[in-house]
């Protein structure tokens, strides 16, 4: 049962990033206007092989231009999330080939420093639960 809370928190937080970035939506918090947000579950588009995994992207929100897009990962645990789940992020973004990406990492708790300083050299938004209540 506590798995299962667990899943079902992390759902509705990914659901809360996603109302957070609509309300924020043409704010200079990033710099597309979205014009579609869900999420996303595939294979990658540039392997062509037959038993390839499939992917998940918590967030994935599409531009009111066709070139941009938003693609963001939510982590709803206690410890500090990782370098790991950046280089996810970076990797899962790169099967979209748009011109301009915004990215972005939610979590709980926050981020390593190694996360903070690997986000800050690839331009990934880095955004803690209380921040969100904070940008209000």
Known sequence: MQEDL????????ERFCMEWLKKN?????FHIIIAEIGSWWGKDPRVHAPNTIEHEIDILAFGKND??????????????VGVDVLVLLLERASFFSKTKQELFIFAKSGFTEECIAK????GVRLVTFDEMFMSE
């Open 6 to 13: 667990r899943m079902y928190t992390a759902k509705v937080f």
């Open 25 to 29: 939506n043409g704010s200079d918090i």
């Open 67 to 80: 070139k941009e897009i938003l693609v963001g990962e939510c982590k709803w645990q206690k410890k500090y």
């Open 119 to 122: 986000a800050d050299e690839y």
